[in-house]
């Protein structure tokens, strides 16, 4: 959890820096943190700031969890665990679910109802130290 949280300074969204560090058989095979796609304005540049949709979440990021499995080999992830700063948003609980990540672990609770249906093959751990 450790490595997710620095990887997390890297994240380029002013309303939440999320880390995520994907580890199988005790290697990590790939990180992400949240920030614009390639070319794009990112959230702190000068002027820009968030891309909020109805709900107030910003859409100018992609998420932690998409860039760690978007950068990953796709057989490195089935089996694998991820640990991510934040509890993920259904978005990115189906990206996991769907790449084979078999363990979440995560620090902070982000509140979603709709988890519980996408997260229900997946061991999931919350750390509340």
Do not use: W
């Amino acid at each position: 959890m450790d490595i997710a949280d620095t990887v997390s300074t890297r994240a380029t969204c002013n309303r939440l820096k999320v880390g995520c560090v994907i580890v199988k058989d005790k290697v990590i095979v790939s990180t992400g943190y949240n920030g614009s796609i390639r070319g794009q304005p990112h959230c702190i540049d000068e002027g820009v700031g968030c891309l909020l949709n109805d709900e107030g979440r910003c859409i100018r990021t992609i998420h932690a969890e998409e860039n760690a499995v978007i950068h990953a080999e796709r057989r490195s992830l089935i089996g694998a665990t991820a640990y991510v700063t934040h509890l993920c948003c259904e978005k990115c609980s189906k990206t996991l679910a769907q790449a084979g990540i078999s363990r979440l672990v995560y620090r902070h609770y982000y509140g979603n109802k709709y988890n519980k249906h996408f997260l229900s093959e997946i061991e999931t751990v919350h750390l509340t130290y």
